[in-house]
């Protein structure tokens, strides 16, 4: 089997599917995101060699750019290739605020989350929020870009930074919480492994932001919401976090259609990549 791994460059997570893949025979070949191109009616095709694509970046981009991203990864996947995450999935994962509908529309709680356009709706939104918000980017990942607000004047400052920028203004109801959430790997319809992520200091639990993680094992309403949550968003595997409200009530903060398991793999024990590439091989 070959399989073509949609990546920024040669990061860690693409060795140790490197690594994977070779232990089981398997060769693999690296496209950057960014330079990838296709035919109709021509004999242009860059993939036709490859029996499986896996998606380990989603770099940002023109609208032109990602429109044309997805296009082609759905004509991949309908000629037959095998695409992981799927192109809807990876769409709507990719985009906080259908995510996050899609959650709420399958009756899993999420944050009270108001997305609007202008710095003056926002204002209005941090209000009926209660005053206390995390503002996060549309689209992006790690807690990169997410600012707790929960102060009048410092709220108007940064809504119009963000309209200025003509970015989504995403703002959610912030959960006061214990200092910990938990980070739950799904695959093909199971928890492959979980882990409690401990925030350093502050809010954000974040291991890429500093946070540290440890093993644990899922309860059955914890694997019966991670698995609720991939199915609602259409991934075969994902990375779900959960937070505990102050009433203990778990919250699903995202799910994650290209999650990383640099943390996570040491942390439980588990080969993630190796899981990936088994994956991929009972369906060749």
């Not at 060769?27 to 380990?56: E, K, M």
Request: aromatic fraction near 6%.
């Amino acid at each position: 089997m070959h399989v073509a791994i949609l990546s920024g460059g040669n990061g860690w997570h693409v060795r140790d599917l490197q690594r994977a893949a070779a232990q089981h025979g398997y060769s693999t070949a690296l496209v950057d995101f960014r330079r990838i191109s296709a035919g109709i009616a021509t004999d242009h095709h860059p993939f036709a060699d490859c029996d499986a694509v896996l998606v380990r970046t989603m770099p940002p981009g023109s609208l032109e750019q990602v429109v044309f991203r997805m296009d082609v990864l759905q004509r991949l996947q309908a000629a037959g290739k095998r695409v992981l995450n799927p192109p809807l999935a990876l769409e709507i994962c990719i985009d906080k605020y259908l995510a996050t509908a899609r959650l709420e529309a399958a009756g899993l709680r999420v944050p009270p989350t108001i997305v609007c356009q202008d710095s003056d709706q926002a204002l209005e939104a941090f209000a009926r929020l209660g005053g206390d918000v995390v503002v996060k980017p549309l689209f992006g990942s790690e807690g990169r870009g997410m600012v707790r607000v929960n102060d009048p004047e410092v709220a108007w400052r940064t809504f119009r930074a963000v309209e200025r920028a003509q970015a989504v203004l995403y703002l959610q109801q912030f959960i006061p919480h214990p200092g910990w959430d938990l980070r739950v790997f799904v695959m093909d319809g199971r928890v492959l492994t979980a882990m409690r992520r401990y925030a350093k200091e502050g809010w954000r639990t974040n291991v890429a932001q500093g946070g540290k993680g440890e093993a644990v094992r899922v309860t059955a309403e914890e694997e019966r919401l991670a698995l609720a949550a991939a199915r609602a968003c259409g991934t075969v595997m994902a990375g779900v976090d959960l937070l505990p409200g102050p009433d203990g009530a778990l919250h699903v903060l995202e799910v994650n259609a290209v999650p990383g398991w640099r943390a996570l793999a040491p942390v439980t024990g588990i080969d993630v990549a190796g899981e990936i590439v088994q994956f991929l091989r009972a369906r060749e």
